[in-house]
């Protein structure tokens, strides 16, 4: 089910997009689903540089493999990367290929975390 944007998040990918911070996405769309989504989000999704979807990959996270998929397509060694997901498994799986994860439980929380990574 496809939910309305979560409080804070958008402000907090301005904040990102205008402190240059580049933004990737891995999300576990359906090949089919995945565009008219993407196309009636487009005001959020064009501030990605690229994004990565499970259904026309045919790998989903938490696999290792969409991680590893996702590094080399975005040109990112694992260090260089905070994966955010609010589903600990997914967290999880790209902590165990080497990047850093975070599971969001909320703007406030991720804000502070990527204070922490001086990424805001």
Avoid at 18 to 37: D, K, M, Q
Wanted: glycine share 6%; net charge negative.
């Amino acid at each position: 089910m496809i939910s309305d944007p979560l409080p804070g998040v958008h402000a907090i990918v301005d904040a990102l997009e205008a402190r240059g911070v580049p933004l990737f996405a891995i999300t576990n769309f359906s090949a089919e689903f995945w565009p008219p989504f993407r196309s009636r989000e487009a005001a959020f999704f064009d501030r990605f540089q690229d994004i990565l979807v499970s259904g026309e990959e045919k790998l989903a996270k938490p696999d290792p493999a969409i991680f590893h998929r996702a590094l080399d397509r975005f040109g990112l060694q694992p260090a260089e990367a905070l994966f955010v997901d609010d589903r600990r498994i997914n967290v999880e799986g790209a902590l165990a290929v080497g990047m850093h994860a975070h599971v969001f439980t909320g703007a406030a929380d991720l804000r502070r975390r990527l204070e922490a990574e001086g990424l805001l």
